[in-house]
């Protein structure tokens, strides 16, 4: 373990380089427990940054997120490439006495473990946090959850729509006249994983000056609740109830998307004054700046939808180009709504390697994904490569803490570690 507060342990050697990474976090050494989602985002997160990530398996089929994901039937599905980049993979039992045994040795070595099981579940295990900080006071423990570890809720089973839909989000997405939608992306474990990277390195700072590690404790419902903006403050202080608009936020005009007539949806995002002032030129039409109906943000907001209708009149005659160049000839946000075929077409992406290529196969096999955000002028991260084979870091790991050859073959042969 590197601790930024005292150095207890050798630093890393020439050897040790590219195995603890590059970047702002290269020196700390990452516990991943638990499976899916939410806590292996975390540590995907610590991981580009620059952090040893080491995930433990179970070693009968590894996490589930392996089989997980698109796939045509002709390959595995690629989730787990991008979900386990930079990581290392112990394939080890923790139901398991002999495994619990092995990653209390291992954690002595730590200098955060991320999990994201229910509440109990470690201390039934023998490595709660308790456990193990007695035997390495810098430890921090982020712990992930769908209810946090304390409250009535606390025991309850969670998963990330269940998070969504208790704080908040669930209920804004989607049309007003239709039921609650969702995000096409596993939103609200992705926003439990980030916030609990943040706390991570946050009680990494702490430690710096006391020397103690902390529990790090991120509830799914929270990590969503967090993101609210006003949503219980408008309430509290004007009964307001916020509901789903589509694809608008009252009262901010004009930021839609509008159609073109080659067919393609634009979004257009004018609704400060002097932007607004710029998009009416933008349109041949700059009286419609000065215009009492629209002239302000509020007047603006309360004529949404006349305003949307005039900007649409005008975007269904051009093609997508030509109002583009008119937006951003005007200095007007203007964008294309991409999906993937866009994203790799696009020049911008490509020019700032927003997607890499990473080395998924011995034969040299790439597969393109999204790069390391956000980026470090000083120490720059990247990702070193893909999800790992299960057990991949298995004997190196056990050798490190003494593990001699007849017990590994002995565990192995029992099932215990792959």
């Known amino acids: ?160 729509s269940i998070g969504e839909a208790m704080g908040g989000i669930r209920h804004l997405m989607g049309e007003p006249d239709r039921p609650p939608s969702r995000s096409g992306l596993s939103i609200g474990d992705s926003l439990a994983g980030t916030l609990g990277a943040l706390g991570a390195v946050a009680a990494v700072v702490e430690r710096a000056s006391s020397g103690r590690g902390q529990i790090v404790d991120c509830a799914l419902y929270e990590a969503v609740l967090a993101m609210s903006e006003s949503l219980v403050a408008d309430y509290a202080a004007f009964g307001h109830v916020r509901e789903r608009t589509g694809s608008v936020l009252p009262g901010v005009a004009p930021s839609n998307v509008y159609p073109t007539s080659d067919g393609a949806d634009l979004l257009i995002a004018a609704n400060q004054d002097t932007v607004f002032r710029r998009l009416a030129a933008a349109m041949d039409q700059p009286a419609l700046a000065d215009d009492p109906d629209y002239a302000t943000h509020a007047d603006r907001g309360r004529r949404q939808q006349a305003l949307d209708d005039i900007i649409t009149a005008w975007t269904s005659t051009l093609t997508r180009r030509e109002v583009e160049d008119r937006c951003l000839a005007h200095a007007v946000p203007v964008g294309l709504i991409y999906r993937a075929p866009e994203m790799l077409d696009d020049p911008h992406f490509a ?26 002028g000083r120490t720059p991260a990247r990702i070193r490569w893909a999800g790992p084979p299960l057990g991949d870091a298995t004997d190196e790991l056990l050798a490190e803490i003494d593990v001699d050859a007849d017990t590994v073959a002995d565990l192995r042969r029992r099932g215990v570690i792959r």
């Open 351 to 376: 020019a700032r390697r927003s997607i890499v290529d990473v080395e998924v196969g011995a034969d040299g096999t790439t597969l393109p994904m999204q790069a390391v955000v956000p980026r470090f």
């Open 1 to 160: 373990m590197t601790d930024v507060s005292a150095a207890t342990s050798n630093p890393p050697g020439p050897e040790d380089q590219g195995r603890r990474g590059d970047g702002p976090l290269a020196g700390l050494r990452v516990l991943e427990l638990g499976q899916l989602i939410a806590g292996p985002f975390c540590g995907q997160l610590l991981g580009d940054y620059g952090a040893e990530v080491i995930k433990i398996e179970d070693p009968a089929g590894g996490d589930p997120m392996r089989r997980w994901g698109h796939t045509d039937g002709t390959a595995a599905p690629v989730h787990w490439s991008v979900l386990a980049r930079n990581k290392r993979s112990f394939g080890c039992d923790l139901r398991s006495p002999d495994g619990q045994d092995l990653v209390r040795r291992l954690a002595l070595t730590a200098d955060i473990v991320v999990e994201n099981f229910r509440p109990g579940t470690l201390e039934r295990w023998g490595l709660g946090y308790d456990e193990l900080s007695a035997a390495n006071p810098g430890l921090i423990m982020v712990r992930v959850t769908g209810f946090g570890q304390t409250g009535p809720y606390a025991g309850r089973a969670g998963y990330g």
